[in-house]
């Protein structure tokens, strides 16, 4: 078994920057990828962005060039540094580990970390 616990969450001012970890315990050799998941309120789950782990990573427009995602294998820790943030980012994000074998949504789930953006 995974399990995911985020951190780093907060308020911060549009145009302020903040990191989210996303630390790996368990079985951390099953995983394929982690991803970082948003969702606003009566908004659907939005992927934001992904990395594999053989490093590739995709991050979607809305948040190209200005989050970036990496990864600290010896912490067994992916991190999303969010900067030039803006109100649209205020969202739960979650991270989500892809693991060999089991099909896509029924890998874990972290419990979540809010981000609020003042306008």
């Known amino acids: 078994q995974v399990q995911l616990v985020e951190s780093g969450g907060g308020l911060v001012q549009a145009g302020g920057s903040l990191r989210l970890s996303c630390a790996a315990s368990g079985s951390t050799f099953s995983i394929n990828a982690i991803d970082w998941y948003r969702q606003a309120p009566g908004m659907q789950r939005e992927l934001v962005a992904t990395?594999?782990?053989?490093?590739?990573?995709y991050l979607s427009d809305s948040v190209k060039g200005r989050f970036t995602i990496s990864r600290d294998n010896a912490k067994n820790t992916v991190y999303l540094q969010m900067n030039s943030l803006k109100p649209e980012d205020t969202a739960v994000y979650y991270c989500?580990?892809?693991?060999?074998?089991?099909?896509?949504?029924?890998?874990?789930w972290g419990q979540g970390t809010q981000v609020t953006v003042s306008s």
């Open positions: 990395i594999s782990s053989r490093g590739s990573t």
């Open positions: 989500y580990a892809d693991l060999v074998g089991v099909a896509a949504d029924f890998g874990p």
